[in-house]
């Protein structure tokens, strides 16, 4: 475009109208522009050549967001994005968008850090719940006798220090969704009492007899192999297939890089600007480390990171030696992997070259469905230069 680029019309509508929703289209991306273009205020980033089917769903999760945002202030909408552009992200989307308007239940696995309530929020948001309470509890922080009353409440006298009725969680969700975290960290006998609620969809309160009917809908969440445990006899098989009914899998971070600019530059924008910093940029070296760090704590780590990382920067580009004086037990450092074991008798470095240039040729064309001119666009070579190297490789 004449006088500025997308990513400077960016900047300049977010200036006029903070609120208005923009998606950045481009077919030059790199992972700078991307994290500019989230540090910015982009909804989302979208890498050209796309399809049509994937600008739609993209558009209307804008919109959902933007509706939502506009219509209840009291939520955090914020808090109900799933950030990122990998195949992974893409199918998660696309299950909650079938899942959501469902009533079953849904069990969330996946790593720490990974998103899951995230997830489990999204899905209560774009239910016909949404306009309900959404009743989250994290089963590991609570002894077996005090989860058992925060979930089905209790009446006065039924344990020492009971000294009046209290309704339980389970209750209050009412009509809405009730959202389980670290459901695997449930005793045995809390168990045998959370199968009953989801076959019968009754309760009672602990220390009385009176059942109590509800309608909830449950969503759980484990970054443990529930299979695993129902192998070794720790989670009950009857409750696994009650819960199992519709499962998401949440990949970590270290199978999806390509979300971590975009995830590194909404982090920036966040942090810089709650703790009014004059950052604006992730340094070319930084932005490779955060991309050859395998991340065990997931987005949460890749947040906290950011954040503190922002604390000690004292100019305006994030850089390596910020995340360093973070002094952190697990410093990210990209990974050095020794490549002698590769000079075997008869190693070719044309060779290896060659199978290198023809896995990217073929990849650019499978992701351009054959079209030359677009894979010469990714590949950043011309048509003729493309053209001539398949020949050349007899492709």
């Known amino acids: 475009m004449p006088k500025m680029d997308g990513i400077e019309l960016l900047g300049e509508l977010k200036k006029l109208r903070p609120e208005t929703i923009v998606i950045i289209m481009t077919a030059h991306s790199t992972w700078e522009r991307a994290v500019e273009a989230m540090r910015l205020g982009a909804y989302d980033y979208l890498k050209k050549p796309f399809c049509n089917d994937e600008l739609k769903a993209l558009i209307k999760r804008a919109l959902a967001y933007s509706n939502f945002f506009d219509n209840d202030e009291s939520w955090n909408w914020e808090s109900c994005r799933l950030i990122g552009v990998s195949k992974e992200i893409k199918h998660i989307h696309s299950l909650i968008k079938k899942v959501a308007a469902t009533d079953g239940t849904v069990v969330i696995q996946g790593d720490s850090g990974v998103g899951k309530e995230m997830v489990a929020r999204l899905l209560h948001a774009n239910s016909f719940r949404a306009g309900e309470p959404l009743i989250s509890v994290n089963c590991g922080a609570f002894t077996e006798s005090l989860l058992e009353s925060e979930l089905f409440g209790h009446i006065k006298g039924a344990f020492t220090g009971a000294i009046a009725n209290k309704k339980g969680l389970v209750q209050v969700a009412e009509n809405g969704t009730l959202f389980l975290d670290e459901v695997a960290e449930m005793s045995p ?207």
């Open 189 to 395: 006998h809390t168990q045998v009492r959370f199968l009953r609620l989801l076959e019968n969809r009754e309760y009672s309160p602990v220390g009385s007899s009176e059942t109590i009917k509800i309608n909830v809908r449950f969503i759980t969440a484990t970054n443990r192999n529930l299979e695993d445990m129902v192998a070794d006899k720790t989670f009950r098989e009857d409750l696994y297939y009650r819960l199992n009914v519709i499962p998401i899998t949440i990949p970590p971070l270290r199978e999806r890089k390509e979300d971590i600019p975009l995830l590194a530059g909404y982090f920036l924008a966040k942090y810089a600007k709650k703790q009014n910093s004059k950052v604006v940029k992730i340094g070319d070296e930084l932005l490779s480390y955060l991309l050859d760090h395998n991340w065990p704590g997931n987005i949460r780590e890749l947040e906290n990171t950011i954040q503190r990382a922002i604390t000690f920067c004292h100019d305006e580009e994030l850089k390596v030696e910020d995340i360093e004086c973070i002094g952190s037990r697990s410093p990210i450092v990209p990974r050095k992997e020794s490549i002698t074991s590769i000079f075997t008798e008869g190693f070719s470095l044309d060779s290896e070259v060659e199978k290198l240039e023809k896995n990217l040729i073929k990849e650019a064309l499978e992701e351009t469905g054959g079209s030359i001119t677009n894979a010469a666009d990714i590949l950043g070579i011309t048509f003729r230069q493309l053209r001539y190297k398949i020949k050349k490789l007899g492709m």
